[in-house]
């Protein structure tokens, strides 16, 4: 049986990628009580990172945006992971943590991000409005363009 979630991916022609594994000494998410730490997101695509650069040099801020798009997607794969495959045990999407590699003097990592959040609240709805942080750093693992991390309530 489809669930309300994956009947919304669909809708969405959403397909969800593979959740990833680890590039180093951790795990892609925590279950503690109710709450699912993801660890950061970077922009994987098809086992390789897709996006590596700076943001206001290689990638202009809707690009980013579309960046940061890819890391949510790679977040919910996690989650649903984490679940055991049933995205409608989400209760909340309660933070992401984002950062965007850019260059000096860009400012606009907010917008950047807003391509993973406004992908929670497509896909989950109410339950997908978080609190967030949007930085600006010199620099990413692999040189990624945008990593995001989350917070995620289930039942």
């Given at each position: 049986m489809t669930g309300t979630i994956d009947a919304r991916l669909a809708e969405l022609g959403i397909d969800l990628p593979e959740a990833a594994a680890p590039a180093a000494n951790y795990v892609?998410?925590?279950v503690s009580g109710n709450l699912v730490y993801v660890s950061g997101q970077v922009p994987v695509v098809n086992g390789q990172i897709g996006y590596?650069?700076?943001v206001g040099?290689?990638?202009t801020t809707e690009e980013?945006?579309?960046v940061a798009r890819v890391c949510g997607l790679n977040i919910i794969a996690q989650v649903k992971a984490a679940c055991g495959g049933d995205?409608?045990?989400?209760q909340r999407v309660v933070k992401l943590g984002g950062f965007v590699n850019c260059v000096d003097g860009f400012a606009e990592q907010p917008v950047v991000i807003n391509g993973a959040s406004d992908l929670m609240v497509e896909v989950f709805g109410d339950k997908g409005r978080h609190a967030r942080f949007a930085v600006?750093?010199?620099a990413l693992p692999r040189n990624a363009a945008v990593e995001?991390?989350?917070v995620v309530e289930i039942r």
């Open positions: 892609p998410y925590v590596q650069g700076k040099a290689e990638y980013g945006a579309e995205l409608d045990r989400v600006g750093t010199n995001i991390d989350a």
